[in-house]
């Protein structure tokens, strides 16, 4: 359970016990050592010393603060730069003189010199974190160990200070929630002084590093020092999705998450920047930012930026996605490690790539990799037409000390995705059949036996989430697959988002008319249908259900026009949606079957259907259901009928349901419906009699269901039906029975229409 450490009390006695166990650690104590050391040299320098560029050369590269990690930065312009060396001298004889009170504005102006010096051309990115380091050198009172910004951040949030401080002001909003728990800290460089200086970053490592689940970088045992954390290589994201504008993009998004915002909101804002792109696009384009970036997270419905994405839309620098990129994504640290040994062609790389992941059977995520690392300035290309590692590229391959590992070909070949989804690893995780049971609508009163049995048909295999519902039409098949959907989908913002209806229609013979097509007037343009998007939809969306509710699907032969998917979804490989080597109007050529997909089908067997071949049946979970609880029907609660002709209406259907239930002509709850609203309106109309209405009624709606051969149980079926039609005194109802009965006497055989 996580300690809330806003609060005063668990404050203090977190501080205290991270300070006692890392005092008995050699790490910690040599490391207060040398820092003791370290800041007595630089606050003890006399000018000449302090400006001379071997000093300056220390006051930059000094680890002993903290390391720079992967944000190193060539700075021996800086260094060498006397206007920068006078600079930080004069800051530090200020610091010295001024009163305690005035410490705060001689630091800001000397910051704001320091970084009108410290810029382009003298750098050619910010060294932002050897500035932070460098400032705590100069005065350690006022500043923490913590230099990393973003995980400064992180950890002011954790403990209660407020997020409006910004740069050094932060450092100094962190020690003073520090210092209303502890007491204020020693003057000086005391041992306890030092030691307050370095809690910021204990309680990092202590209550935000060990507390993620498999965080980028770990801190090492014996140093106490960062490293990066990679993950196995089945374990992590297989490519990188390709987003044009490249870095100016990605924070031209994130920019609009910055202080928290819908999921809807942000798609929105992303489509305002390409309106071209399909909703699909997007949403892919999104799910790549949390996951492949690490830029953003999501809770629910709500997108926040990380203290990566934060940092990153802060600088624009590369560096500040470094580690989720070198252990979260393959291929990358991959390609590093591999140019450390000297520069390689495109062709090359790519085929060291097709090893790292044997699924890589085209070129486009082979593309969209070496794309990137040149976007992020980690490799150019130079007059030999070579591709080299640059000066940042370096930088990031140096922090690769494994190996890197390549998949398996039976692993690859499955898990090739091309179109990213939100999480590469576990599947979300469904509601249980209680919950659904519970958010079931209340005007859809079937059978918990029923329920459940659709439940498990569902989930009995970890990635073939289908089912065919058959039985009886009108008995609700639909309503079920669509209120089982909607019960599934129940907590989310809008979950009817997470449901399509698709009628099938007659003469599907192809996978076209649910997948779309090239156009075959315009090769560039793709003819997309809604099941298309939505399938995108649920291949980009993988933390949550999609349920696609085929509609009277043996109206056409289901494996013809659902042959791909039903191929995908026994090999958990890829659907094929065309044959182009790129992208057309937003739909890749292929994406893997995505296991979060739920397929419901509604099957009626009659002279319009067809039957269902055994690759179908193979598939799906099969749930038939014939029997109907008349007593069941929601709508007799919302009936306008009168008490006492709800009673006759209920007990006539209940009799002709049990009459012709033998001979599998009875009917379902939309036949109950509508006999009912034919005598609401019959009533209301004024003109027709309640008992010639309702006899009316079971004309209209039950008798034309009516027909057979003339076997024993069709006889018994017709013969019940005619004695509860005289009984209950329907007396056109009664007739047209007695006229099929002399019918099938006669004929041999019986139907309503002649």
Not at 19 to 31: D, G, M, T, V
Not at 174 to 198: A, F, Y
Request: proline residues 5%; charged residues 25%.
């Amino acid at each position: 359970m996580a300690v809330d450490l806003r609060d005063n009390t668990n404050l203090k006695a977190a501080c205290e016990a991270v300070l006692a166990h890392n005092r008995e650690l050699p790490w910690y104590q040599n490391w207060l050592k040398k820092l003791s050391e370290f800041l007595r040299k630089v606050q003890d320098a006399d000018q000449e010393e302090f400006c001379s560029p071997a000093f300056q050369e220390l006051l930059w590269e000094s680890e002993v603060i903290t390391t720079t990690g992967m944000g190193t930065v060539n700075v021996s312009e800086v260094i060498a730069d006397p206007r920068v060396a006078e600079c930080l001298w004069n800051l530090r004889a200020s610091l010295k003189t001024v009163d305690a009170h005035l410490h705060d504005q001689v630091l800001k102006e000397g910051w704001r010199e320091l970084n009108q010096l410290v810029a382009p051309p003298a750098v050619r990115r910010n060294p932002r974190l050897k500035k932070y380091r460098l400032f705590a050198a100069l005065c350690p009172t006022e500043l923490t160990t913590l230099a990393h910004y973003p995980k400064l951040r992180t950890l002011a949030s954790l403990i209660g200070v407020g997020g409006s401080e910004r740069d050094l002001s932060l450092h100094q909003g962190v020690l003073e929630r520090l210092n209303d728990v502890l007491g204020n800290r020693e003057e000086g460089l005391s041992t306890p002084s030092l030691e307050r200086m370095t809690l910021p970053w204990l309680l990092y490592m202590k209550f935000v590093q060990e507390q993620e689940a498999e965080a980028t970088e770990i801190a090492d045992p014996s140093t106490g020092q960062d490293r990066l954390n990679p993950l196995p290589a089945e374990r992590r994201r297989r490519g990188m999705l390709a987003i044009g504008g490249g870095i100016a993009t990605i924070r031209a998004i994130i920019e609009f998450a910055k202080e928290g915002c819908k999921r809807e909101d942000l798609v929105e804002h992303m489509r305002s920047i390409n309106p071209s792109h399909a909703t699909s696009s997007i949403r892919t384009q999104l799910n790549s930012l949390i996951a492949e970036w690490g830029v953003l997270r999501a809770q629910g419905e709500e997108i926040h930026l990380t203290p990566r994405g934060e940092g990153l839309l802060e600088t624009g620098e590369p560096d500040e996605v470094s580690d989720w990129l070198l252990t979260r994504v393959l291929g990358v640290d991959h390609m590093l490690f591999a140019l450390r040994s000297g520069p390689m062609s495109v062709s090359a790389m790519n085929e060291a790539l097709r090893k790292v992941n044997p699924g890589w059977t085209s070129d486009r995520a082979l593309t969209s990799l070496t794309f990137w690392l040149r976007a992020l300035q980690l490799v150019e290309t130079r007059a030999d037409k070579l591709q080299h590692l640059t000066e940042l590229g370096e930088t990031w391959a140096a922090q690769i000390y494994w190996e890197p590992q390549s998949l398996a070909p039976e692993a690859g070949s499955v898990a090739a995705s091309v179109v990213p989804s939100s999480e590469e690893a576990a599947p979300f995780e469904r509601p249980s059949l209680e919950t659904i049971l519970r958010s079931f609508p209340e005007d859809i009163a079937f059978s918990i036996s029923l329920v459940a049995r659709l439940d498990a048909g569902l989930w009995s295999h970890q990635r073939r989430h289908f089912a065919v519902l058959t039985g009886l039409s009108g008995a609700g098949k639909t309503v079920l697959a669509r209120g089982y959907a909607l019960a599934l989908h129940e907590g989310q913002t809008h979950p009817a988002e997470g449901l399509l209806t698709v009628p099938v229609q007659p003469g599907w013979h192809d996978p076209s008319c649910l997948l779309g097509y090239v156009n075959p007037l315009n090769s560039e343009s793709y003819v997309r249908t809604a099941f298309v998007d939505f399938l995108l939809r649920a291949s980009a969306d993988s933390e949550r259900p999609y349920t696609v509710v085929l509609d009277e699907m043996n109206l056409s032969h289901p494996e013809q026009y659902l042959a791909p998917l039903l191929s995908a979804m026994e090999t958990g490989d890829h659907i094929e949606l065309h044959a182009q080597d790129n992208d057309i109007s937003g739909v890749p050529a292929t994406i893997m079957y995505p296991s979060n997909l739920v397929i419901i089908g509604t099957v009626n067997m009659d002279e319009t259907t067809h039957g269902l071949s055994d690759k179908v049946l193979d598939r799906a979970a099969v749930i038939e259901f014939w029997d109907i609880d008349v007593e069941a029907f929601p709508g007799w609660k919302t009936s306008a009928l009168a008490e006492e002709q709800v009673v006759r209406v209920r007990d006539t259907l209940k009799g002709l349901v049990k009459a012709l239930r033998p001979a599998r002509l009875h009917f379902g709850w939309r036949t109950i419906h509508d006999v009912i609203g034919y005598i609401e309106q019959a009533e209301r109309g004024g003109v027709i009699d309640f008992d010639t209405a309702l006899d009316q009624a079971i004309y209209a709606k039950v008798l034309p269901k009516l027909r057979g051969e003339d076997t024993p149980r069709v006889q018994a079926a017709f013969a019940d039906t005619s004695t509860l039609l005289r009984d209950m005194r329907l007396a056109d109802s009664a007739a047209k029975v007695a006229e099929l009965q002399d019918d099938l006497r006669s004929l041999g055989s019986a139907r309503f229409w002649r």
